[in-house]
């Protein structure tokens, strides 16, 4: 049974490991050292990791060699090597594709994440003004409120041009 796909950011840290007898603990400290991991936190990472050494022990990729000094060790059989050489699409960059088509849509996110953030800092920062101009005497208890609002306005207004920025460079 071969597994649908592996994402690129798993493929590259076990690509490290082949050869190898190795532990979940070290193949979260290669995953976690890969540039394309997409975990900050390791609990997450290990979570993913291990999901995808299942898949794998389940399409007869990669197999348990007992436990050498108390932790279970792995490593990865033929199947495994055979399909590294044999699939062109994982060695010749499609996956990097999709994720930078991944980064891209992160970014997107984000951005438009960024962007009501700060249409609603704006709305805040408006409706403390209409407030001065209608009760003038409430400026003092307002107006650290104000600037609260527009110093967040800028703020959010920085983010929404970097994250613009990265996406027009991404999408070059």
């Not at 962007?115 to 805040?124: C, I, S």
């Not at 400026?139 to 990265?166: H, M, P």
């Amino acid at each position: 049974m071969k597994p649908k796909h592996l994402k690129h950011e798993v493929f590259s840290a076990f690509q490290e490991l082949i050869g190898s007898r190795f532990t979940v603990a070290q193949a979260v400290s290669v995953y976690m050292a890969s540039p394309f991991c997409s975990h900050s936190d390791v609990k997450p990472a290990r979570q993913f990791v291990y999901r995808n050494m299942k898949r794998l022990i389940q399409a007869g990729e990669l197999e348990k060699i007992g436990p050498d000094g108390g932790w279970q060790k792995y490593r990865f059989t033929e199947s495994f090597n055979a399909r590294l050489t044999a699939d062109v699409s994982l060695i010749s960059g499609q996956p990097i594709v999709q994720e930078a088509s991944n980064i891209s849509a992160n970014l997107i996110e984000r951005l438009n994440h960024q962007k009501l953030e700060l249409l609603t800092t704006m709305g805040e920062a408006e409706e403390y003004d209409a407030i001065f101009k209608e009760l003038p005497e409430m400026r003092g208890q307002i107006q650290s409120l104000y600037n609260d609002s527009r110093d967040r306005c800028s703020k959010l207004l920085g983010k929404v041009k970097a994250l613009e920025n990265l996406i027009s460079l991404n999408s070059r």
